[in-house]
């Protein structure tokens, strides 16, 4: 099913052109059950995470439960076995998180994780809730910081416009949570958010910089032809 997904995933890309380049795939490769906490920008997050599947091998993600009715991203959702969690039922919500952790650590399973919660196309980083960082510290694995470079130069969320686009998907080094407690959580996802902004801001710019080198060379082309 993940598979299917993936391929489905992957043409969708393609029709609205949009290419997702992969690095620090060797971080995303390793046999370990770990947390993989990603930043939120978009339903088009879902594609970029299919895109780069077959390299993360085994893994599950969990999505708020509204996510299901979204069209496709809901089906390719549903395909891959998504865990889904209600976000205003906090409790409830901890329960699956921690349910799902110990039969993922028992088999090498990652958990990917949107820890910011609601998508917002801003250009920024938003703050992280503390439910995947509870969850890595209690079960003891690290935890995988994911970037996706900003959507900005390509999606304007007000005027309902996408164009088309690169985005750089970059798996950072892991950040172990091996003999921290409930009183590390605070100091453990400012250390994991900042680490995310840093590479988030590099790696938009570097974005920028070239739509704007592929935008001069486009106006000097055209003025040498006319």
């Given at each position: 099913m993940v598979v299917?997904?993936?391929?489905?995933?992957?043409?969708?890309?393609?029709?609205i052109n949009l290419t997702w380049t992969l690095r620090g795939a060797e971080n995303l490769r390793k046999d370990q059950s770990c947390v993989i906490v990603a930043n939120h920008q978009s339903s088009l997050d879902i594609l970029g995470m299919f895109d780069i599947w077959p390299v993360m091998n085994k893994t599950t993600v969990v999505a708020k439960r509204e996510l299901l009715y979204v069209w496709p991203f809901g089906v390719c959702a549903w395909l891959?076995?998504?865990?889904?969690?209600d976000r205003y039922a906090a409790d409830k919500a901890k329960d699956t998180l921690n349910k799902a952790m110990e039969k993922l650590k028992a088999n090498n399973i990652k958990?990917?994780?949107?820890?910011?919660?609601?998508?917002?196309n801003t250009g920024v980083i938003h703050e992280f809730k503390k439910g995947a960082f509870n969850v890595a510290i209690q079960r003891q694995v690290p935890i995988q910081p994911v970037v996706f470079s900003s959507?900005?130069?390509?999606l304007n969320d007000e005027l309902r416009i996408?164009?088309?686009g690169e985005i750089i998907i970059e798996a950072l080094p892991e950040i172990s949570t091996k003999g921290m407690t409930h009183d590390?959580?605070?100091r453990l996802i400012q250390q994991t958010r900042q680490v995310m902004i840093d590479k988030f801001i590099e790696n938009t710019k570097e974005i920028e910089l070239k739509d704007?080198?592929?935008?001069?060379?486009?106006c000097t082309m055209h003025n040498v032809t006319i």
């Open positions: 299917t997904a993936s391929k489905f995933c992957c043409h969708i890309s393609k029709v891959c076995g998504l865990i889904f969690i958990l990917w994780v949107f820890p910011e919660g609601t998508r917002r959507y900005r130069t390509f996408l164009n088309s590390d959580v605070n704007t080198q592929n935008s001069l060379s486009d």
